[in-house]
């Protein structure tokens, strides 16, 4: 027979546990965070892209910021390059230390080996010499690969229709972008290639699911694995019923086909903000409109800017970084920063 004191420990513990769930926002896991770092150079703009590796890798003693405990993956755009060596040293030891997996954004379209007249000038491609020592530098200094995310391979390469399109077959855009990737994968045999595409532009040609399903298909067949997930560059000053219809096809699309879903987290510049503050508060209502008003759970949340807002990625004595993005993030998922 129970015992009336194990009663009421039991008691307590199903009060307890039902008070926190009450407490936790319904149907909502918190995604796999990425924080992208900054160009490790000076900008005429005034962003100080070396300000958060400083931050985060350079100074041994100094205490690692709270929000880092809930960022899974660090990423580098592709003008990490200029980093010295003695600083992606440090970088990718402290990310192992830390246990936070490494990725990168790559451009994925091989001019290399395909008809010359088209891609010069066009925003995705590149040669794969060049990924080539993309990977043996970060294999030299330490870093493991974990993620490649590719930059809009499939609209660049079969949707573009600017100065020196190339309007390839999906077939041709594929084993473009496999030229490319194949270098990472030499040097790191077990990375995940995925893909980011704009939207709501993808969105706005009729076919875009058929054809993103042959294009998902194709690489495959070319790379010979599949794409890990599929990230939304949302352009968010466009129409509210435009980005946000874009949205939730995406998230049907990619839950009918088994792919991961992730969003990049930021704001409209320069029509969307004039100062770090109003980047910050554009983007947070951006996220919130998605979570919270689409009710859109991804599995990966991304943030990363291109703009000069945030004109620093942590925050220190000169104002907000793009951390106080993630901590406000972190916040509806439940989670509170100290």
């Not at 936790?24 to 896991?29: D, H, K, T, V, Y």
């Not at 997996?101 to 451009?107: D, Y």
């Not at 704001?267 to 979570?291: H, M, R, Y």
């Amino acid at each position: 027979m129970m015992s009336m004191r194990k009663f009421f420990l039991i008691l307590i513990v199903l009060v307890v546990n039902s008070v926190a769930a009450a407490d936790a926002p319904p149907g909502m896991a918190t995604p796999e965070i990425w924080f992208f770092m900054r160009g490790y150079a000076m900008t005429a703009q005034g962003v100080d892209g070396q300000q958060g590796w400083r931050e985060l890798f350079m100074q041994p003693d100094a205490p690692w910021p709270p929000f880092m405990d809930h960022v899974q993956v660090i990423a580098f755009a592709g003008n990490f390059k200029s980093a010295p060596d003695d600083v992606l040293v440090k970088a990718f030891a402290k990310m192992k230390q830390k246990h936070i997996a490494f990725a990168i954004e790559s451009l994925a379209q091989s001019w290399v080996g395909f008809p010359e007249h088209c891609g010069h000038g066009v925003e995705g491609y590149t040669d794969p010499p060049g990924n080539a020592a993309i990977a043996r530098k970060i294999k030299a200094a330490g870093g493991e690969l974990t993620y490649v995310t590719m930059d809009g391979p499939f609209s660049s390469g079969h949707y573009y229709d600017g100065p020196n399109a190339c309007h390839d077959p999906i077939p041709v855009v594929a084993e473009r972008a496999a030229a490319v990737m194949r270098e990472y994968k030499k040097v790191f045999p077990n990375v995940q290639i995925g893909d980011t595409e704009p939207f709501p532009s993808l969105v706005k040609h009729p076919t875009w699911q058929q054809d993103y399903q042959e294009w998902m298909q194709a690489f495959e067949k070319a790379y010979g694995e599949p794409i890990a997930f599929l990230n939304m560059d949302v352009n968010w000053p466009e129409d509210n019923s435009h980005w946000q219809r874009s949205m939730r096809e995406a998230a049907d699309f990619t839950r009918t086909n088994h792919l991961s879903m992730g969003i990049v987290y930021n704001a409209a510049i320069p029509g969307g903000a004039k100062s770090d503050q109003q980047w910050l508060e554009s983007a947070v209502g951006n996220f919130t409109a998605v979570e919270k008003g689409l009710d859109i759970a991804p599995d990966k949340a991304l943030f990363e800017s291109w703009a000069y807002f945030p004109k620093r990625s942590i925050t220190d004595t000169d104002g907000l970084g793009e951390d106080y993005l993630v901590e406000q993030y972190l916040q509806i998922h439940g989670i509170k920063i100290k």
